[in-house]
C-alpha cells in the first residue's frame, strides 16, 4: 500500500543526556501527555553493488523489531525528475519471512515493485541503523484539537568498520488541529536549540526576543510556559509580573 509521510518536523539533540531530559520534560500549549513507550529496532539499508536504487534516490529498508515484527519498506521519489528533499511514496508492508531475500520473493506490494527496478539477488546491505526510541502521543483537551506524536531517538549507524551515533527529536502530526504542527515545532525547537532570533548580547533587544518568542508560542498558556522558563534555566519574572 502506498501512502504519503505524515507532516512532521525534526530536530538534531546536542547528547544522550538532553534527550533523556525532554523525554521526562513537561510540554508547552497545554497539551496533555501518557507516560513513554519504549521501543528498540534495526534497519538495514539495501542497494546493488553498482548503486542502482541511490542513483535514483529510491530506499530499500528492512526493519527488524524487538518484538519480532518485521517490515519491508520501499519510497520512490513522486516525480521524474526528483531533486534531493522531494516529496517521497512509500510502500511499505508487515512480513513473516526472516530475512529480506525470502520477503522480496513475496507478494507484497514493495517486494513486487522492488523486483520490478532490481533483480533482487543482487542487493546487498550497505549499512545499519540501530534506534532505541522513546514514543510519547500527545493531544489538547477536546477531541477536535490537534493530535503528535513526538519520536525520542537515540540512534547508532553502521557502516562498514564506522560507527556513528547521533540523537533526534521528531514531532510527526497525527490529526489536524490547534495547535498547530508549526506552533508545536516552535515551541520544541526554541528549548531543543534555543539560539534566539536576536542574540542576548545586545542590551535589552534579547530579552524582549525571548518574551516575543515565548508569547507567540505558547500564546496564553502561562502555567506551561512558567514551567518551561524553570526547566530553561529563564528568570519568570521577565515575562510575568507577580
Avoid: N
Avoid at 538532553?18 to 508547552?28: F, S, Y
Avoid at 483537551?141 to 513526538?150: A, V
Avoid at 525520542?152 to 521528531?170: C, I, M, N, P, S
Wanted: proline fraction near 7%; charged fraction near 30%.
Amino acid at each position: 500500500m502506498s501512502r504519503r509521510p505524515a507532516a512532521e518536523a525534526k530536530w538534531d539533540v546536542a547528547s544522550r543526556e538532553l534527550l533523556r531530559e525532554l523525554i521526562g520534560a513537561p510540554l508547552p500549549l497545554g497539551l496533555r501527555v501518557g507516560p513513554p513507550l519504549r521501543t528498540f529496532h534495526r534497519d538495514i539499508y539495501y542497494d546493488t553493488p553498482d548503486g542502482a536504487l541511490g542513483r535514483r534516490e529510491i530506499t530499500c529498508r528492512f526493519r527488524i523489531g524487538a518484538d519480532d515484527r518485521r517490515q519491508l519498506l520501499l519510497t520512490i521519489p513522486d516525480g521524474p525528475a526528483p531533486a534531493r528533499g522531494a516529496a517521497r511514496l512509500r510502500f511499505e508492508a508487515v512480513v513473516t519471512e526472516l530475512d529480506l531475500a525470502a520477503a522480496l520473493g513475496g507478494t507484497t506490494e514493495p517486494a513486487r515493485r522492488l523486483r520490478g527496478l532490481v533483480d533482487p539477488s543482487e542487493l546487498q546491505p550497505t549499512a545499519e541503523l540501530e534506534v532505541d526510541r522513546a514514543i510519547r502521543v500527545v493531544g489538547g483537551r477536546w477531541p477536535w484539537q490537534g493530535r503528535y506524536e513526538l519520536l525520542y531517538d537515540a540512534a547508532t549507524v553502521r557502516h562498514g568498520g564506522l560507527r556513528r551515533e547521533f540523537q533526534e527529536l521528531k514531532a510527526r502530526r497525527l490529526r489536524r488541529g490547534s495547535p498547530s504542527l508549526d506552533a508545536l515545532s516552535a515551541a520544541l525547537a526554541y528549548f531543543v536549540s534555543p539560539v534566539d532570533v536576536v542574540p542576548d548580547v545586545i542590551p535589552l533587544s534579547g530579552f524582549i526576543d525571548d518574551a516575543a518568542v515565548l508569547g507567540l508560542v505558547f500564546g496564553a498558556v502561562e502555567v506551561d510556559l512558567r514551567r518551561y522558563c524553570t526547566w530553561c534555566g529563564l528568570d519568570a519574572k521577565r515575562y510575568f509580573s507577580g
